[in-house]
């Protein structure tokens, strides 16, 4: 399977999506998020600077789970809030 190539409309640099069917994709120098279009590629945000990561699975971290085989492309941070149950009680 060919991959995709073009250039970042940032900065420049040569991106290369993974797969043909991938529309999205981050520059790796400039942290753009880029979508592809039938021609070209359109910047549509900007990845924000992540805290350190220290799990050891880290991007490109290849493996199986069951009988499918997986790599790691990217990574997803959520935040959320904790809502602590107050003055419950009872019996169980
Ligand atoms: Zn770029």
New binding site residues.
């Given amino acids: 399977m060919t991959q995709p190539v073009a250039n970042?409309?940032?900065?420049?640099?040569k991106?290369v999506f993974r797969w043909s069917s991938s529309v999205q994709t981050v520059?790796?120098?400039?942290?753009?998020i880029?979508v592809r279009t039938d021609v070209d590629l359109k910047?549509v945000g900007q990845v924000a600077d992540l805290p350190p990561d220290s799990s050891p699975i880290q991007i490109n971290t290849e493996g199986k789970y069951g009988s499918k085989a997986f790599v790691v492309v990217g990574r997803i941070l959520y935040f959320t809030s904790t809502i602590k149950a107050a003055g419950t009680s009872g019996t169980s």
């Fill in positions: 970042c409309p940032n900065c420049g640099a991106i520059c790796e120098f400039c942290k753009s880029l910047k």
